[in-house]
C-alpha cells in the first residue's frame, strides 16, 4: 500500500524558515518523480513544485521560485521541501503526491495527509 | 500560465439527481504526445485530495461509475449521474501539460 507521510510544519514568522519532509513506503520511490500541492485556507488547491524520479529536474510555481527549494534522498525514501523568506501569504496545508515513472508529472494519484504551516508574527 | 476556470462555484444538488461541473483552460490541453493530461480531484471535508479521473476520462480504480469525464482540447466536464451523500466536497480540475501546473478554482458540491 503506498503511504505518504508529511512533516515539518509549523508556527513560523515572516522571513523564516521550515524545512518539509515526505516519507513515502510501498512503491519504487527512487523512480517516480513527486510533487508538492498545497491549500490556503479558504483557498483552493495550488501546485507549489515537483522533482523527477532522479532528481535532476526541478519546477516550481512562480509564486514560489526563487525562495523554495524541492529535493530528495532516493536512500531514504524521503521528499523535502526547504522554504525560505516565508511570508504570510504562504499559509496553507501542504501535501506532497506521487506523480509518474522518471520524468512525468500528470499522475498525482497518491496524496499525503499534509503538514500545516502558519506564518505569522 | 494556462488558467482552468471551471464553473458553477457552488452546485446545490437533489440526491439521486445529476450533477455537471464544467472546466475550461486558457489554451489547448493536449501535449506534443497527442495526450491530453487532464485531471479531477475530489477533496472531501477533512480528507486529502483523492484523483477521480485522468487523462479526460479514465476513471480510477474504486471510483464508482457514476463519475465520468469528458471532453477535449480546452473544454472539459466532469459528471455525476446520481448524486449520493458521500459526493459532498470539492471538486478540482488539473491541468498537467503546460508548466507550471494550474489547477481551476474548486466547485463545492453539497447536497439541498
Known amino acids: 500500500e503506498v503511504q505518504l507521510l508529511e512533516s515539518g510544519g509549523g508556527l513560523v514568522q515572516p522571513g523564516g524558515s521550515l524545512r518539509l519532509s515526505c516519507a513515502a513506503s510501498g512503491f519504487t520511490f527512487s523512480i517516480y518523480a513527486m510533487s508538492w500541492v498545497r491549500r490556503a485556507p479558504g483557498k483552493g488547491l495550488e501546485w507549489v513544485s515537483a522533482i523527477s524520479g532522479i532528481g535532476g529536474s526541478t519546477h516550481y510555481a512562480g509564486s514560489v521560485k526563487g525562495r523554495f527549494t524541492i529535493a530528495r534522498d532516493n536512500s531514504k525514501n524521503t521528499l523535502y521541501l526547504q522554504m525560505n523568506s516565508l511570508r504570510a501569504e504562504d499559509t496553507a496545508l501542504y501535501y506532497c503526491?506521487?506523480?509518474?515513472?522518471?520524468?512525468?508529472?500528470?499522475?498525482?494519484?497518491?496524496w499525503g495527509q499534509g503538514t500545516l504551516v502558519t506564518v505569522s508574527s | 500560465d494556462v488558467v482552468m476556470t471551471q464553473s458553477p462555484l457552488s452546485l446545490p444538488v437533489t440526491l439521486g439527481q445529476p450533477a455537471s461541473i464544467s472546466c475550461r483552460s486558457s489554451?489547448?490541453?493536449?501535449?506534443?504526445?497527442?495526450?491530453?493530461?487532464l485531471n479531477w480531484f475530489q477533496q472531501r471535508p477533512g480528507q486529502s485530495p483523492r484523483r477521480l479521473i485522468y487523462k479526460i476520462s479514465n476513471r480510477d480504480s474504486g471510483v464508482p461509475d457514476r463519475f465520468s469525464g469528458s471532453g477535449s482540447g480546452t473544454d472539459f466536464t466532469l459528471k455525476i449521474s446520481r448524486v449520493e451523500a458521500e459526493d459532498v466536497g470539492v471538486y478540482y480540475c488539473m491541468q498537467a501539460t503546460h508548466w507550471p501546473l494550474t489547477f481551476g478554482g474548486g466547485t463545492k458540491v453539497e447536497i439541498k
Open positions: 489554451q489547448s490541453l493536449v501535449f506534443s504526445d497527442g495526450i491530453t493530461y
Open positions: 503526491a506521487s506523480n509518474c515513472v522518471g520524468d512525468c508529472y500528470s499522475d498525482f494519484q497518491h
